[in-house]
């Protein structure tokens, strides 16, 4: 979800109508979760050919993609953003994943043997694409976000909880069970007993 000030950065440094940056969010929203239900409700209240052509213009959408005429079918899957935008577009995603990483225990003892608690290469390209997925994992909610750094926080203070990896943090969406262990939901677990063994 992007914050206001990032919208205005956007608006601002494209040159963008907010009619444009909202197009751009269905469409980058529907080809993430692959529903379109949105962009065909959206394409009905504004023609979408003219605000996909005066995108184009502006070098968000790529001059390479070919937009047909009035009325005829557009696959919105294959419209090519500039990569440039997209990664200022979800940088609040970016900036969450960040401040995942740094939060996220560094280390963790299995068997005597400390790992990197912070390794993200098993599951996912580099850290960029990582924070990406955390980011539509948790639908950029910001209040979720900070719910589990919170529980991330808490965790560690703790350290009573059985981290694993990140990558398989996020992969896994083990916020959730993090969450409920915190709260002791669905569990016989007194977390005071298991802190003073």
């Known amino acids: 979800m992007l914050t206001i000030e990032n919208e205005m950065a956007l608006l601002e ?3 963008l109508t907010p009619t444009e940056l909202f197009t ?7 080809t993430d979760n692959g529903d379109y239900t949105w962009v065909q409700r959206f394409a009905k209240l504004l023609k979408l050919r003219d605000v996909l052509i005066s995108l184009q213009e502006k070098g968000i959408i790529l001059k390479s993609f070919k937009i047909g005429s009035e009325g005829s079918s557009l696959s919105i899957e294959d419209i ?4 440039n935008f997209k990664k200022q577009f979800f940088r609040a995603s970016f900036e969450m994943g960040e401040e995942l990483f740094n939060t996220y ?10 790992y990197n608690a912070r390794r993200v290469s098993k599951k996912y390209n580099d850290l960029e694409d990582a924070f990406a997925k955390y980011g539509k994992a948790i ?9 589990i750094i919170d529980d991330l926080k808490w965790a560690i ?7 694993t990896t990140l990558d398989d943090f996020i992969a896994d969406q083990s916020w959730r069970a993090l969450h409920s262990f915190r709260n002791g939901e669905g569990t016989n677990i007194n977390n005071d007993a298991i802190k003073m063994i």
């Open 157 to 163: 203070s703790e350290g009573n909880y059985p981290f």
């Open 80 to 83: 090519p953003f500039n990569q």
């Open 24 to 30: 751009v969010k269905v469409i980058l929203l529907a």
């Open 105 to 114: 225990p560094q280390f963790i003892v299995v068997g005597g043997i400390s």
């Open 13 to 15: 440094r494209y040159k």
């Open 139 to 147: 639908k950029n909610n910001p209040d979720l976000h900070q719910q």
